[in-house]
């Protein structure tokens, strides 16, 4: 008999019909068999929940796939809604554009499993498109590591949470879905405790592949919280101002010696200044 605990994993959708079936696929090829899914479309307005449905009714897997769908609140809000209804004591967050290595689900829970930790994130997080030019100058906008999503030396504590106990997630009260972009942040916030690393746990994760994925990446990160408050986001505000984005487009492109790097910086700070205005009216959706 299987005695290990139920595990829920939870995926936000907002107009992922390019990902979500390999994402899906990626999940039921897991060694960890004790698993449910839920997806929490947010308003999506291209084909995901037609796709979700044809995908649920063509696989018909032994593992449960739950779709539900809210109007357009953000991922907080959708990773709220399915955690209320989910069955597993242990609950995994993913994204839409992440496929996973088949022990993936196993090594995230191990620590958490083991009673080490009441929750983990994994370094092991690889850029699953390295070939297309915009990937690649979406990792030289944040300063990644080509090919990584996170530095082999980073802490072996971080604030978001890939996992967690169930009863911990309730214990907090759940994600802060008015925040933005950087909701993912407030379990470790209210729980005043931090996700631990789980070795092994490999996730690859899609960047950005087209100006128009850079620029609304971009207009949604810019909706979160800055270090300096409105002092942030106004300097925020400056620095992603047109003619100050064309000096670092030039400036970084040429550093990098990568043409396309132009282009991108300039959407990903048009996409930025964008956001900004909108995070100003209170607005903080996808």
Known sequence: MNNKPLV???????????????????LLEQTYLRLEIIVVDDGSTD?????????????????????????HLGPGAARNQAAAVAHGRILVFVDADMVFDH???????????????IGTFSKEEYVANTKNQWAKSWSLLRGWQQGRMHSPDQPETQAVFRAITTGAFKQSGGFDQNRGYDDDWSLSEKLATLATNAPQAIIYHKNPDSLGEIYTQSKWMAKRRYKFGLLGKLFALIRVSPIFSLINSHRLAKKHNFKPLFQAKLISDLGQLRGLIESFTGNTAR
């Not at 022990?103 to 930790?117: C, D, E, V």
């Open 47 to 71: 084909k995901t929940v037609n796709l979700v449905r044809d995908f649920i009714e063509v696989k018909k897997s032994k593992t449960h796939i739950t779709l539900l769908t809210q109007k």
């Open 103 to 117: 022990g993936f689900i196993n090594h995230l829970t191990a620590p958490i499993r083991q009673g080490k930790t």
């Open 8 to 26: 829920t994993a939870i995926i936000p959708t907002y107009n992922e019909a390019a990902h979500i079936a390999d994402c899906l696929t990626s």
